[in-house]
């Protein structure tokens, strides 16, 4: 179970692709699982009188206050949390992923457990994962304790698989993730992207490791999604790392922008990605 989180800066241009038909046609049935108040979150995918409109406004009302008194919004308020199972996983009801999403914000410090919490919504439109949504302001219009939030994320995850006899992902050493720089911000925005490429290859590495029995399988499944793949080789010529690349990010030669995989995600060097895939694909004990 992979959790991959991002911020941005408004809810309704997320929420209207979590509830619109994907970037191939991919999303199903979107429906809200899970919300701060199911009773008091419109459901654009169920409600025929609701409007993905209506539910940013709602997940925004905190914040619109907030802005009321300082006279601009608070900024990187959209938290949003995609959560992935792997393939041989069975499949989760909405019940199931409406706990695991409860669990999540609860860990993170969106949402607490005991105390005020932020107001989110947790949308299905697929078996194999769900999309948390959330605005990061509190109903006194603070802004939440959420440092380290994708590491508490990561290991609310692994005690969900221990629990739930889901695939075990990301198991060994502590792995370490980077971050956009400002100018990687700035280029993604120029260039109308949703995300900057070094989030969006990240995603993309996830979700490929989340699906693959093999390095092979990896390559693959990043090949289908649209990465630039380029393998390091080493005098024998056996390949020993690998980079990735976002179709259309260039620099000032126009060669594309390569990032090492280690930069990227430490977990998911081509060693670490070997051992991962090698100990999923082992026969499980009876």
């Excluded at 459901?43 to 009302?61: C, F, I, K, N, Y």
């Excluded at 792995?175 to 900057?196: C, D």
């Amino acid at each position: 179970m992979i959790p991959d989180i991002s911020t941005g800066n408004t809810p309704r241009p997320l929420l209207s692709y979590l509830y619109g038909p994907g970037r191939r046609e991919e999303h199903e049935d979107p429906h809200l699982v899970a919300a701060w108040d199911m009773y008091g979150a419109p459901d654009p995918g169920r409600d025929t009188g609701a409007t993905v409109g209506h539910l940013a406004s709602r997940l925004d009302q905190h914040a619109r206050l907030r802005a009321a008194e300082l006279g601009a919004m608070p900024p990187s308020r959209v938290w949003h949390c995609s959560v992935r199972t792997a393939p041989e996983d069975p499949l989760l009801t909405d019940d199931q992923w409406a706990q695991v999403a409860r669990r999540i914000v609860a860990a993170t410090g969106l949402a607490p457990a005991h105390g005020p919490g932020c107001r989110w919504v947790a949308v299905r439109h697929a078996v194999h994962h769900i999309h948390i949504a959330g605005v990061s302001v509190l109903p006194d219009g603070s802004r939440p304790a959420m440092h380290r939030d994708s590491t508490r994320a990561q290991a609310e995850c692994r005690a969900i698989e221990a629990e739930w006899g889901l695939r075990l992902i990301g198991q060994g050493e502590r792995a370490t993730t980077s971050f956009p720089t400002t100018a990687e911000i700035i280029k993604a925005e120029q260039q109308g992207w949703a995300e900057p490429s070094r989030v969006w290859l990240q995603q993309r590495m996830r979700h490929a490791a989340a699906g693959a029995r093999s390095v092979a399988e990896y390559a693959a499944a990043l090949a289908s999604d649209g990465v630039l793949l380029r393998w390091r080789i080493d005098e024998s010529g056996a390949r020993i790392g690998y980079s990735l690349a976002r179709p259309g990010d260039t620099g000032t030669s126009g060669m594309p922008v390569y990032f090492a995989a280690g930069r990227l995600d430490s977990a998911l060097t081509l060693p670490r990605l070997s051992q991962l895939l090698a100990g999923s694909a082992a026969p499980q004990p009876s």
